[in-house]
Nanobody, 121 residues
Framework: QVQLVESGGGLVQPGESLRLSCAAS????????ITWYRQAPGKQRELVAS???????TYADSVKGRFHISGDITKHTVWLQMNNLHSEDTTVYYC???????????????WGRGTQVTVSS
């Protein structure tokens, strides 16, 4: 069973930083892409940042210059460094992965259960 587990969330004041991690485990042949999403209650899900197994990255306009995604997908670990956090960043952050469990298999998608980030003065 493939699992994605997020960690690193917490309570911080505006302007402070957090570092989230996403660790994938289980029988995985290769991960194609890891994406961080966030979704506040009653709001649409938003792509925050993503990284491919070729190290191509994507960021939401709202986090450009503040957040940085990195890691080694080959080793099934990805980090999201979140700097200068705003109150608007408060929500649950989810890790999502596109991966193959077999060499000749199709791409499958998995979700972590999320980690809470709260930014408040």
């Amino acid at each position: 069973q493939v699992q994605l587990v997020e960690s690193g969330g917490g309570l911080v004041q505006p302007g402070e930083s957090l570092r989230l991690s996403c660790a994938a485990s289980g029988s995985i042949f290769v991960i194609s892409r890891i994406t961080w999403y966030r979704q506040a209650p009653g709001k649409q899900r938003e792509l925050v940042a993503s990284i491919t197994n070729r190290d191509a990255t994507t960021y939401a306009d709202s986090v450009k210059g503040r957040f940085h995604i990195s890691g080694d997908i080959t080793k099934h670990t990805v980090w999201l460094q979140m700097n200068n956090l705003h109150s608007e960043d408060t929500t649950v952050y989810y890790c999502n992965g596109d991966l193959r469990v077999q060499e000749m298999g199709s791409i499958e998608n998995y979700w972590g259960r999320g980690t809470q980030v709260t930014v408040s003065s």
